[in-house]
């Protein structure tokens, strides 16, 4: 190789240095703008619009809504239009003495009017609007276990993150243990069962990190799947979103949960709607009064009819029904009624009593989760002081490996208490949140 030509690879080589820089950083920055840090708020919006059960209740809701439109439509005239034509292969027999016709037409329309039915037709608009103010409700009620299953998944990602990265300072603890241990015996041999234990730390952490690591993966699987994502490993969340701790007022509390909550709201409701079915069934057995006017053009012939056979006629009738007798199913239906509406009524009962209870006992773990999570941050911080201090003292040969073990495993349980506390108190206040009836949108 001529020297020009070894120059010029000289020359060439800081040319090669930068563009692999530049690949780099550009690999790094569309590896940056594939990740996707969602809030808390955001993926509360998605899993709504991702929830086949708030689906499910606008379903419902149409399905009531129609049903009222047609309680309401037996209130309205009852129009009809009917017309036959009708061919005779043998003369027809009208009362006892035969007709020499061979065709018939006849064309009408018959307008019928429910004129008084006792309450029952009002009874039963009344039970199809509450029956539209249940499913308002429900939907309601949807909405904030949508948004219950959606923090707790969220806290449940953080709860994984914290642990896998408690479990990576175990392991990075651990090595920097044995590199402490060889750096001290770098002239010499380690002692051969300290050299074991330490190797022996760090085989038996290795497995618990990625394990970890499948945990953290699983907890962002079922995140992007409440909220409808595809690409859950570039998934982050907002660590702004997990700080926000409330101070809740237990006389705030109670009061929101005997006036808002969509649940109760919903209990009421089915009352109301089974007691306006009840009442409906009660007067099923009394008579109905219907007026019925028709017109009608008709005529025959021993022919094809044609317009000099045809007649018309204008009539009018007022109509008295009344179920004497129907076997007994009528009152049976009312009873049906009677026992739903009562059903209701306990149920209200005993769900207005356990939220109250629930809502006691969670708000009574919110406050000891509270002081737990302050006393144990204070903790952490001291477990970390130790460990250093033990560590500098293993270093300087002042202390054995027991007690640089004793304190690493200590300071890595109270880690994983912090990060289990911070947890606790998130999916407790995610569940006063239940409990309570809030919902994100208020």
């Known amino acids: ?33 594939q990740t996707r840090v969602i809030s808390l708020n955001e993926a509360i919006g998605l899993a709504k619009k991702n929830s086949e059960d708030l689906q499910l209740s606008q379903v ?26 009708q061919r005779y292969f043998k003369e027809p027999v009208f009362f006892g003495n035969r007709v020499p016709i061979q065709d018939q037409a006849q064309a009408g329309i018959v307008v019928n009017q429910l004129l008084w039915a006792f309450g029952r037709v009002g009874n039963t608009l009344k039970a199809a609007q509450a029956a539209l103010e249940v499913v308002k409700h429900e939907k309601e009620y949807a909405t904030i276990q949508v948004e219950y299953i959606t923090r707790v998944a969220y806290y449940t990602v953080l709860l994984s993150k914290d642990q896998w990265e408690v479990a990576k300072k175990n392991l990075e603890n651990s090595q920097e243990n044995l590199r402490i241990l060889q750096r001290k015996f770098r002239g010499g041999r380690p002692p051969q069962s300290d050299l074991l234990r ?105 022919t094809s009819v044609t317009g000099d056979d045809l007649n018309d006629s204008v009539y009018a009738a007022l109509s008295l029904k009344w179920n004497i007798w129907d076997g007994g199913s009528t009152r049976a239906k009312y009873r049906q009624a009677v026992s739903d509406r009562i059903s209701a009524e306990l149920q209200l009962a005993k769900e ?17 989760l509270q002081k737990n999570l302050r006393e144990t941050q204070e903790a952490v911080s001291l477990a970390e002081r130790t460990f250093k201090i033990s560590q500098k003292r293993f270093s300087s040969g002042q202390t054995a490996i027991t007690e640089i073990n004793n304190n690493q495993f200590s300071l890595n349980q109270t880690r994983l208490n912090l990060a289990n506390i911070r947890y606790n108190l998130l999916a ?6 239940l409990i309570a009836g809030h919902s994100a949108e208020h």
């Open 60 to 85: 419902n809701s149409q399905k009531r809504k129609d049903q009222y439109d047609e309680a309401f439509g037996t209130i309205l005239p009852q129009v009809s239009l009917e017309a036959t034509y």
């Open 198 to 302: 330490l190797q022996s730390d760090i085989a038996s952490t290795t497995p618990l990190v990625r394990t970890a690591e499948s945990q953290y993966d699983q907890a962002r699987m079922t995140l992007a799947q409440i909220c409808g994502l595809t690409d859950y490993k570039n998934l982050r969340i907002d660590l702004k979103d997990t700080d926000q701790i409330s101070n809740y007022s237990h006389q705030t509390l109670a009061a929101d949960l005997r006036k808002d909550h969509p649940r109760i709201k919903l209990l009421e409701e089915q009352i109301h709607y089974s007691e306006k079915v009840s009442k409906s069934m009660n007067q099923a057995d009394l008579p109905t009064l219907n007026l019925t006017a028709g017109y009608n053009y008709a005529g025959a012939s021993m």
């Open 428 to 433: 407790t206040h995610a569940e006063i949140e």
């Open 1 to 33: 190789m001529s020297p020009n030509s070894n120059s010029r690879s000289w020359l060439y080589l800081p040319i090669r240095q930068c563009l692999f820089a530049l690949s780099i950083l550009l690999l790094g920055t569309l590896g940056n703008a």
């Open 352 to 368: 207005k009593e356990k939220l109250n209870l629930d809502l006691n006992k969670k708000f009574n773990d919110y406050i000891t």
